[in-house]
């Protein structure tokens, strides 16, 4: 097992490398209200008790209230000590509260306007936590927390008409698109939750409300109990790291745990597919924050031992797209890999684009939105990947990222050529095999 010191670096480090915040953090053992809490929960929610188990605490007032990710097989619980023992009396719905994102998949399942999904996510945890006994002891939540009953029966805005009911079902992704509607009745202003903004980092510009209304909607639906960012941190074994616990705890059972949001739990816990274009999104989105593995000297920086020489500069990062578009390969494959391009290339500045069966038969070095519509698919005639790797290397890019999109009816005998990311989205029927080297996807 890691030391303290190393768990700690571990936590800092992915905070920092998504280019989100960099927190101080320190590592503590277990502090007494949560091990209190801990003891409770062995004999009466062995099901979270299991969790608590596997957590490393990790202590900082630079947030203000807590936070959780996984990072390296590890469930990480960040806090503000003003903020846990002030609210002493609801700490145990805080902590399940943070659970609850992780069971649910809320980083998985991210939407384009992150502030907006936890709000949503939130609603829906909250409404649940409300519901949960434990020894037959209603828990509670601190003061200013949101509820999914907020837009059951929504609250009177002065200067507006009477807002509708929500009357969808109590699922994230139709609270989220339920909620984009309201704000945007309400900000006419802002922008609406598919737009990445320009700074195109996927979160939007919610923050920046305009019209009647500017700021009502935040006031309504901000939930002070955590803070998201840390969520978004989570690495990429997060889910199966996660599925391991959740089995385990499983197996530990419920205790004396009572009321319907030990139904709802059990309806959560059953397994349920994550689209894969939310799937391909969770693994380019660490691709947005991060500089391109190249260098180049300029006079416009200044040397940094201060010579006469020029300074260095980063060039930032560019993403490969590999299409398959040989025979084997169908029009709706096709229309499915361009329709995700399209989303793509709104977050990446450079996007090049080939087009491969046999050979490369096609290259976009500058691919901008729209280009599908001129495009000539060329190939279609049988199906050898190695081309793909060839041409990487010999345009000296096998330090980029690279998306093939294929079909997967190729030999597997390949060399990837020293390239490092590669992600396989793969049009597949049955129980595909997946493809070595690198992450895959399947679309069924």
Known sequence: ????????????????????????????????LFEAISLRWIKHAPFFAEFMFRFHFFETRDIPSTGVNCIRGNINFYFNPD?????????????????????????????????????????????????LKINNTLLTLPQGARYLAMIRNPPSVPGSPALPPYTGEPVTEPVYRWLAALRQDLQPGAAPANDTGSDGNGTGKSGAATGHGAGVFEGMFHSPIDEHKFLETSDEVAESTLGKIIESALIRGWGTMGGTGVYALQALLKPTAIPWTQRL?????????????????????????????????????????A???????????????FT??????????????????????????????????????????????????????????????????TDGYFDYDFNVLGIQRIIWVVTATGSPQPIPWGKNIFLH
């Open 323 to 337: 299409v398959d578009t040989s025979g084997s390969l169908g029009e709706q494959g096709l229309q499915q890999f």
């Open 281 to 321: 999104r969770r693994l380019l989105s660490p691709l947005l924050y991060d500089y391109g593995p190249y260098f180049e000297h300029t006079w416009a920086r200044r040397n940094r031992r201060n010579l006469p020489l020029p300074g260095i500069r980063r060039l930032s990062n560019k993403l490969v797209i």
């Open 1 to 32: 097992m890691p030391d303290e010191q190393t768990q700690t670096e571990h936590a800092r480090s992915a905070l920092v490398a998504a280019g989100i915040f960099a927190p101080q953090v320190r590592r503590i053992r277990i502090p007494p």
């Open 83 to 131: 903020f846990i023992y002030r609210e002493r009396d609801t700490v145990e719905g805080v902590i399940i509260h943070e659970i609850e994102h992780l069971i649910r998949l809320h980083r998985e399942r991210m939407l384009e306007d992150p502030p907006l999904f936890y709000a949503a996510a939130d609603m829906l945890i909250n409404e649940n936590i409300k519901t």
């Open 340 to 405: 995700e391009i399209e989303k793509i290339v709104k977050d990446f500045s450079q996007l090049i684009v080939i087009q491969w069966d046999t050979s490369i038969t096609n290259v976009q070095e500058t691919y901008k939105s729209g280009d599908w519509k001129s495009l000539t698919i060329k190939g279609r005639g049988g199906t050898k990947v190695q081309c793909v790797f060839d041409w990487m290397r010999e345009q000296g890019y096998t330090k980029y990222p690279l998306l093939i999109f």
